[in-house]
T-cell receptor, first 112, second 112 residues
Framework: EPEVTQTPSHQVTQMGQEVILRCVPI?????FYWYRQILGQKVEFLVS????????KSEIFDDQFSVERPDGSNFTLKIRSTKLEDSAMYFC??????????FGSGTQLSVL | GESVGLHLPTLSVQEGDNSIINCAYS??????FIWYKQESGKGPQFIID?????DKRQGQRVTVLLNKTVKHLSLQIAATQPGDSAVYFC???????????FGQGTELSVKP
């Protein structure tokens, strides 16, 4: 079965630092997403990306967050200045019409 | 606002019994519903989906029922096995390519 790949699996950073979470979506997929899950809570939508632009974003996705698809294969989430409350598992997902939405295995971000 | 919620946070069943996990949703315009299984430290894994024009769909050992009248979704797992122990999330989508809204999750525990 095809896979969404995320790196790194764990990221530890200091408060105020910038982090970039990386994802390689499934190659023929056209819709890309970032979700996050705080420990013990439900999965929350952050942003969706289609046709090289953000199609929808949640209230969580403020101006400290940005996404990019720099080279046609990678899809990145950048947090400009991390806060303690950004600590969570971040999931990338991708989708193509007529197929399932696939999730990656996540990046556990810990902000100290 | 939109919300998807689960009736029970935990469910404990005996190995070999059938499990039923329930979900209520509030957006009557949602066109698509999915059940995901999440094991500790992993991303959501697709189990089964159903479109809003259906009321039942069966997979291997799993059945999803959709009752649009009362906005209720359920997941039935037949002959539950220890490997089925995980957190199960329902999710809804408003339109093709749109974001998923997840419920809180039900933790299924299977006793041998």
């Amino acid at each position: 079965e095809p896979e969404v790949t995320q790196t790194p699996s764990h990221q530890v950073t200091q408060m105020g630092q910038e982090v970039i979470l990386r994802c390689v979506p499934i190659s023929n997929h056209l819709y890309f997403y970032w979700y996050r899950q705080i420990l013990g809570q439900k999965v929350e939508f952050l942003v969706s990306f289609y046709n090289n632009e953000i199609s929808e974003k949640s209230e969580i996705f403020d101006d400290q967050f940005s996404v990019e698809r720099p080279d046609g294969s990678n899809f990145t989430l950048k947090i400009r200045s991390t806060k303690l409350e950004d600590s969570a598992m971040y999931f990338c997902a991708s989708y193509r019409e007529g197929e399932k939405l696939f999730f990656g295995s996540g990046t556990q971000l810990s902000v100290l | 606002g939109e919300s998807v919620g689960l009736h029970l946070p935990t469910l404990s069943v005996q190995e070999g019994d059938n499990s039923i996990i329930n979900c209520a949703y509030s957006n009557s315009a949602s066109d698509y519903f999915i059940w995901y299984k999440q094991e500790s430290g992993k991303g959501p894994q697709f189990i089964i989906d159903i479109r809003s024009n259906m009321d039942k769909r069966q997979g291997q050992r799993v059945t999803v029922l959709l009752n649009k009248t009362v906005k209720h979704l359920s997941l039935q797992i037949a002959a539950t096995q220890p490997g089925d122990s995980a957190v199960y999330f329902c999710a809804e989508r408003g339109y093709q390519g749109g974001k998923l809204i997840f419920g809180q999750g039900t933790e299924l525990s299977v006793k041998p």
